[in-house]
């Protein structure tokens, strides 16, 4: 049996950790010993549950960049894969050399046969000190971009041609980085993703780049959905028209609040961190019904007619998958893109945060009323079915596995 070490080194949400928790869960079952490397260690207990008692998992916690998101020479708003890397400490050439070494001196401590990483990139960067072992990259694509020398844009619509000189001061600083460590610095930026193994787990149709794929890249296909035991714990025996999945930190969420309760459509409501003053106005509206916990979203999802969600890529594979319409309430350029490509297979309609306000209750009633939304959803199903998601996971598992 092999040691594999599991990191997720940037990027928020619980995404990252949902999926390789569902990796150590069967690297586990098939008796490997797994090292879960985290940024947010708060995630462990509703990730991972059961899992903790087993003996052959180790938690550390990831060195990761924590610094301000508007440090001099950033990018007002990234473009590719180099401009994203800038708000993971890139431009701070002391800091990545610290961190590095931290890295080096971690993996150097567990020993992994494999490293997987979920948007690692330090990680890899100080893996290319590690002889003799095995990479890969597992996501749902945003952070695997398409081999380039310089890296695409994936701000399609943005036709200016990158200039691969923006990515020479990057460059200089891994390079700088690793010699200090003694690793046999990059030839270029792209050398930093070339792993063993990247499977990009969504779909051509819904891939943040569009269909193309590098040919070291394999569309491997979304995971199935978390597991949680709780329901949503709807009050009636009929079930909800929608199903609303937003966070509170959301910059239209009073906007999509009052959406919601003007619809006045049976509504359930997952609000994560919702502030006592969004309860207070939501408990004069008894077709909302508003839970604060993750829920079992399989469930939830199949019993509603319309999907609400910021564009996250988990709830849309689910939805879709499961033949539901989405309006899609983007909150930031990754979950925009998803909505994007969601529309393009016109199974949702997509909004700005200025626009909730005035057409978030028609594009609803639309999304609900209209049989063509809903037909091009269930056609998505048709092509990507629940079934799928089981047989995903275990090919996922069998191209790590076979690293080992």
């Known amino acids: 049996m092999a040691r594999f070490a599991l990191a997720w080194e940037q990027g928020g949400g619980m995404g990252h950790a949902a999926t390789l928790a569902q990796l150590a869960r069967t690297l586990l079952k098939h008796g490997h010993e797994v090292d879960l490397v985290w940024r947010d260690l708060s995630a462990v207990n509703s990730c991972l549950g059961d899992l903790l008692d087993?003996?052959?998992?180790?938690?550390?916690?990831?060195?990761?960049?924590?610094?301000?998101?508007?440090?001099?020479?950033?990018?007002?708003?990234?473009?590719?894969?180099?401009?994203?890397?800038?708000?993971?400490?890139?431009?701070?050439?002391?800091?990545?050399?610290?961190?590095?070494?931290?890295?080096?001196d971690l993996l150097r401590e567990i020993q992994p046969k494999v490293l997987v990483t979920d948007h690692a990139p330090t990680a890899l960067l100080a893996a290319k000190g590690m002889p003799g072992m095995r990479t890969a990259q597992v996501g749902n694509g945003y952070f695997q971009p398409p081999t380039g020398n310089p890296f695409p844009s994936f701000r399609f619509w943005d036709t200016s041609p990158v200039d691969?000189?923006?990515?020479?001061?990057?460059?200089?600083?891994?390079?700088?980085?690793?010699?200090?460590?003694?690793?046999?610095?990059?030839?270029?930026?792209?050398?930093?993703?070339?792993?063993?193994?990247?499977?990009?787990?969504?779909?051509p149709e819904l891939h943040h780049y569009g269909p193309r794929a590098s040919p070291r890249q394999t569309f491997t296909g979304p995971l199935p959905p978390p597991l949680v035991s709780r329901s949503g714990a709807w009050p009636s025996q009929a079930p909800p028209t929608c199903l609303a999945y937003v966070?509170?930190?959301?910059?239209?969420?009073?906007?999509?609040?009052?959406?919601?309760?003007?619809?006045?459509?049976?509504?359930?409501?997952?609000?994560p961190e919702a502030t006592p003053e969004?309860?207070?106005?939501?408990?004069?509206?008894?077709?909302?019904?508003?839970?604060?916990?993750?829920?079992?979203?399989?469930?939830?999802?199949?019993?509603?007619?319309?999907?609400?969600?910021?564009?996250?890529?988990?709830?849309?594979?689910?939805?879709?998958?499961?033949?539901?319409?989405?309006?899609?309430?983007?909150?930031?350029?990754?979950?925009?893109?998803?909505?994007?490509?969601?529309?393009?297979?016109?199974?949702?309609?997509?909004?700005?945060?200025?626009?909730?306000?005035?057409?978030?209750?028609?594009?609803?009633?639309?999304?609900?009323?209209?049989?063509?939304?809903?037909?091009?959803?269930?056609?998505?199903?048709?092509?990507?079915?629940?079934?799928?998601?089981?047989?995903?996971?275990?090919?996922?598992c069998e191209l790590v596995m076979a690293l080992a």
């Open 54 to 104: 087993e003996p052959g998992l180790r938690l550390w916690r990831a060195p990761s960049w924590r610094g301000a998101a508007n440090a001099p020479g950033m990018p007002a708003a990234a473009r590719t894969y180099a401009e994203l890397l800038c708000f993971c400490g890139y431009l701070d050439a002391p800091f990545l050399r610290g961190h590095v070494k931290a890295w080096l």
């Open 164 to 203: 691969p000189a923006d990515e020479a001061t990057l460059l200089a600083h891994c390079q700088s980085a690793q010699g200090a460590c003694g690793i046999e610095p990059l030839p270029s930026l792209a050398e930093l993703l070339q792993t063993d193994v990247d499977a990009l787990l969504t779909w």
């Open 247 to 271: 966070k509170a930190s959301h910059p239209g969420i009073d906007a999509i609040l009052a959406m919601l309760m003007a619809a006045r459509l049976p509504t359930l409501l997952v609000l």
């Open 278 to 396: 969004h309860l207070a106005k939501l408990q004069a509206h008894a077709h909302i019904h508003t839970v604060r916990a993750p829920i079992n979203m399989t469930e939830a999802i199949a019993q509603a007619a319309v999907v609400i969600c910021q564009g996250n890529s988990g709830t849309v594979f689910s939805a879709l998958s499961r033949g539901k319409p989405l309006l899609l309430l983007p909150a930031h350029i990754e979950q925009w893109l998803v909505a994007y490509r969601a529309c393009e297979l016109n199974a949702g309609i997509a909004l700005q945060p200025h626009e909730i306000d005035s057409t978030g209750v028609q594009a609803l009633h639309a999304l609900i009323d209209d049989p063509h939304f809903r037909m091009h959803a269930q056609a998505v199903s048709q092509r990507h079915t629940v079934e799928d998601e089981q047989g995903n996971l275990a090919r996922l």
